[in-house]
C-alpha cells in the first residue's frame, strides 16, 4: 500500500516501541538538517573554546538533546507510522512543537552564534551583522509577539486538523516536510519570548511570560478532548489504516486525542521550571549589581534616603 503518492510501502507490522524507534534513515531533508546543526553548532562551541571563552556544558547538551529529538522523530521507522497513525503522528507533532523547541531555545544557538561568528570589517556586512539585523527587524516583533505566537499556535491544531488541510499536506512529501517543519517553527516562536535564553526583539516580564505560557496550553487539552469524544474518524488521511496494522481507526484516533491532552502537561512544567529559575537569577544578578554600585560610591543611595527620612522628621518637630 503507499500513502498519498510518497511512493513509501506503508505495510507495516503492528507498532511496538522497538519498531518505531529502528533508525531508518527518514526523510533526508531532516537527516541533513539535524548533522548541520550539530556541525554548526559544535563549530560555534570549539570556536570559543580555542580563544579562551567558556561555554555553559548544560547549553551544549540542551541544544544536542533538541536536535536528536528532532532525529529520532522524523529519521527513524516513527515517520514511517506516523504517516499511517493518527496516534504516532500525534507523537511527532507534540515533540516538534512542544519539546524540541524548548531543548534547542535552552541551548542558546544564537547567542552562541554572535560570540563565535567574526565581526565583518568597518562598512562591510558578514553573517554575525545580518543576524543582528534580523533580530532587531519589525518582522521579528510581530512574529514574537504573543498577539501573534498564540493564535499561531492555536491555529496550528484546530485549523490543520478539522479541515482539509492536512489531508492535502500529507498527500505529497513536499507538504509533509513543510508541515513538520511548521511544527518545530511554531513551537520556537511561541516558547522564545517566554523562556529562550537568546537575546529577542519582545521580551515581556516574567509574570507576563507565564501568562503566555498558560494562554495557548488549555487549548491543546480541548483539542484532545475533541479527538478522544469523537463518535467517527475526522481525518480522511488515517481513515482506512493497513490491515497490517492491526488498529481500529476510532480507537487510534482516542488515543492521538488523549497524546495531545496529556503532553500539554508536560512541556509547561518543564518551562514554568526553567522560568522560575531564569527569574530567580536574574534577581540575583540584580542584586549583586547593586551591591557592587554600593561598594563603588559608599551606598549613596541608602544615604540619602536616611538624609530624606531626617528632613520630614526635622519638619515635623518645626
Known amino acids: 500500500m503507499d500513502h498519498g503518492g510518497h511512493g513509501m510501502h506503508m505495510d507495516l507490522p503492528p ?5 518505531g524507534l529502528s533508525f531508518s534513515g527518514g526523510d533526508p531533508f531532516f537527516l541533513v538538517g539535524c548533522v548541520l546543526l550539530l556541525v554548526l553548532y559544535g563549530w560555534g562551541v570549539v570556536r570559543l573554546h580555542r580563544r579562551g571563552d567558556r561555554w555553559p556544558v548544560g547549553r551544549t547538551v540542551a541544544f544536542v538533546l533538541g536536535v536528536l529529538t528532532v532525529g529520532a522523530t522524523m529519521c527513524t521507522r516513527l515517520n514511517d507510522y506516523g504517516m499511517v497513525m493518527f496516534s504516532v503522528h500525534m507523537v511527532q507533532h507534540m515533540i516538534l512543537s512542544m519539546l524540541s523547541p524548548i531543548l534547542l531555545l535552552l541551548g542558546a544557538p544564537v547567542t552562541l552564534a554572535l560570540r563565535a561568528l567574526p565581526t565583518a570589517g568597518r562598512g562591510r556586512t558578514g553573517p554575525r551583522e545580518l543576524l543582528v539585523k534580523l533580530l532587531h527587524s519589525r518582522y521579528m516583533r510581530v512574529i514574537t509577539h504573543a498577539a501573534f505566537t498564540i493564535p499561531l499556535f492555536i491555529a496550528s491544531l484546530y485549523a490543520l486538523y478539522f479541515t482539509s488541510l492536512f489531508d492535502s499536506l500529507m498527500g505529497s512529501r513536499a507538504g509533509h516536510i513543510a508541515m513538520m517543519v511548521h511544527f ?11 523562556m529562550g535564553v537568546d537575546p529577542g526583539p519582545h521580551r515581556p516580564g516574567y509574570v507576563m511570560r507565564m501568562l503566555e505560557l498558560f494562554a495557548g496550553m488549555p487549548f491543546h487539552a480541548f483539542f484532545g478532548i475533541a479527538l478522544m469524544m469523537a463518535s467517527e474518524p475526522m481525518v480522511s488521511t488515517f481513515k482506512h489504516p493497513a490491515a497490517s496494522l492491526g488498529i481500529d481507526p476510532l480507537n487510534d484516533q482516542t488515543a492521538a486525542g488523549g497524546i495531545a491532552w ?12 526553567a522560568l522560575l529559575f531564569q527569574w530567580y537569577t536574574s534577581e540575583q544578578r540584580q542584586a549583586r549589581r547593586k551591591d557592587r554600585a554600593a561598594d563603588r560610591d559608599g551606598d549613596a543611595e541608602l544615604v540619602a534616603y536616611n538624609a530624606y527620612l531626617a528632613s520630614l522628621q526635622g519638619r515635623g518637630r518645626g
Open 15 to 19: 507498532f511496538t516501541l522497538g519498531r
Open 184 to 194: 518545530l517553527a511554531v513551537g520556537l516562536v511561541f516558547f522564545w519570548p517566554i
Open 262 to 273: 496529556a503532553f500539554s502537561e508536560i512541556p509547561s512544567v518543564i518551562v514554568l521550571v
